[in-house]
């Protein structure tokens, strides 16, 4: 097979060896669109027969994988015999992305970085500029994320069903957050508001009892975790445990429970938390909320 594969490309490049640049430019051109051609029909054919979603998935990755590693067999002899002409299409191809594909040059060089550096990878929930979700895909342009709800600088963790699809030209431009990747913990406030009548200390002991019941088991977790991200990098916390701050504005006194949770996990443990300390408090009639 190495040796039928290495007499294509050798009997391919000597008979383009007196083709001029400009032929060989439109043979390349018609070669990429060819194959992106062949690609997609792929594509179109997998989605039309019933296989597994992560089978799909699987075969389209390996077959454009196969295609751009296809384009670069058959592409690479149709320039490697001669030096002049090679020097001559890589300033024109520079020049060409300079001037007309700036964002598509920057996307790939994008990809090349997620690629090596791996800021995230996929399953990760990243946010970049205003997009917020989880990798689903990432490709030489574009990273595909599955949308999920934010409000209040609170990622709640609920999928809305959408894909957005960012260039990887942001990577370079805009600011990056990944919440899930060596430590997938983040911190949260749940801020519970009582008038200046109410007994705000039992209120906060009942915040502490419910929070004590709750968390415990997700603070160990957050603790190992922990010690294993920090041998990579530099994160230290001194302090796992929740708390509970008390602040007055307008009148009214402000309790806010601090607490450490999955990147994921957010919104369930608002709710479970938010649930039962209503219940608990509502057995006291000195407890007044505003």
């Not at 594969?5 to 990429?32: D, P, R, Y």
């Not at 964002?103 to 090349?112: T, Y």
């Not at 749940?190 to 915040?207: P, Q």
Request: net charge negative; glycine share 4%; proline share 2%.
């Amino acid at each position: 097979m190495t040796y039928y594969l290495e007499e294509f490309i050798l009997q391919l490049g000597s008979k383009l060896q007196t083709t001029s640049v400009l032929s060989k430019l439109i043979i390349s051109l018609i070669l990429f669109v060819a194959l992106y051609l062949i690609n997609k029909s792929v594509c179109t054919f997998l989605n039309k027969i019933d296989l597994s979603s992560q089978h799909t998935i699987k075969i389209k990755k390996m077959a454009s994988i196969f295609i751009k590693l296809l384009f670069f067999i058959v592409a690479i002899p149709i320039w490697m015999y001669d030096s002049e002409n090679i020097f001559t299409f890589l300033g024109l191809f520079s020049a060409g992305l300079a001037f007309a594909f700036k964002d598509v040059l920057g996307n790939f060089l994008g990809w090349i970085i997620i690629t090596t550096q791996k800021p995230f990878e996929i399953g990760d929930r990243i946010k970049i500029s205003d997009s917020i979700g989880d990798v689903v895909e990432v490709d030489w342009f574009y990273t595909t994320i599955i949308e999920v709800v934010e409000s209040n600088s609170n990622t709640y963790g609920q999928s809305t069903g959408r894909l957005t699809h960012i260039p990887n030209i942001k990577i370079l431009t805009e600011h990056l957050i990944n919440e899930t990747n060596s430590f997938p913990f983040t911190w949260h406030e749940i801020d519970i508001v009582v008038d200046s009548t109410s007994n705000w200390e039992k209120a906060k002991k009942i915040m502490i009892t419910v929070a004590d019941d709750i968390l415990g088991n997700i603070e160990s977790e957050a603790k190992e975790s922990l010690h294993i991200a920090s041998k990579t990098l530099p994160i230290y916390y001194e302090n796992l445990s929740h708390t509970i701050y008390t602040s007055l504005e307008n009148g009214r006194i402000i309790l806010s429970l601090r607490f450490i949770c999955k990147a994921r996990n957010f919104r369930n443990l608002n709710h479970i938390l938010t649930e039962n300390i209503l219940t608990e408090s509502s057995k006291h009639e000195d407890i007044h909320f505003v």
